[in-house]
């Protein structure tokens, strides 16, 4: 009983990963579920699921429809679990640059289980460009970026350049939604950012969660 609660109380890992995309890649079991840590900071489950509860439900309360959804920067999946509760039609694309994450998604946190999703392993900003110069281009109700190398968003999701081709790939009322970091030097970061989002998209929205904060931006 006393190395049950042990378990229970006190997290461990699991298994770990080496890639040569992320580092050090952790499962580990806290309070009986796992989490995903890359460089320190928790990529999945927990509290992740919840924020992106509120994502969906503030879109669900819109009244928009949501048929086709892309999601940059899978993860683990945890915005899936939501998409497929509130949108049980919807038909999802994950796009995860990092196979090993992909592989721990699958083992670990039940991403096999969810229904219509197609993955691609590749690099989400070289995947965005490519729906844009296809001539019968699939449109996108939802785009849902989340794309992090440990604490840092890569550059390329947060230029101008990649703002205008998220329009060309959205419908006429389709809205994009970013998870940005909101703590510390996060913040500043966070404001510049919506700065430069407010030049491309008609109405920029946030809700603020624990540590995060959630950009929607409406075209």
Known sequence: MRQWLKNFLIPYPIKQYRSPINGLIEVIMTF???RLIIDG???SGGLLRKIWEKAIKIIKKTDHKINQVLIIGLG???????VQKFFPDAQMTGVEIDAKVVEAAECYF???TVKNLKIA???GGKFVEKLTL???KTKFDLVIIDAYLGK???RQFRTKKFFINLT???????VVVYNHLFFGEHKQKAKYFIKEMEKVFGRITLARTASNLLIFGWF
Do not use: S
């Open 32 to 34: 009986n579920q796992p």
């Open 41 to 43: 900071i928790v990529q």
């Open 76 to 82: 683990c999946g945890d915005c899936t679990f939501q």
């Open 110 to 112: 039940n991403l096999a």
């Open 121 to 123: 392993v590749e690099e």
């Open 134 to 136: 296809r001539k019968n």
């Open 152 to 154: 840092i968003m890569p």
């Open 168 to 174: 060309k790939i959205l419908t006429h009322n389709g």
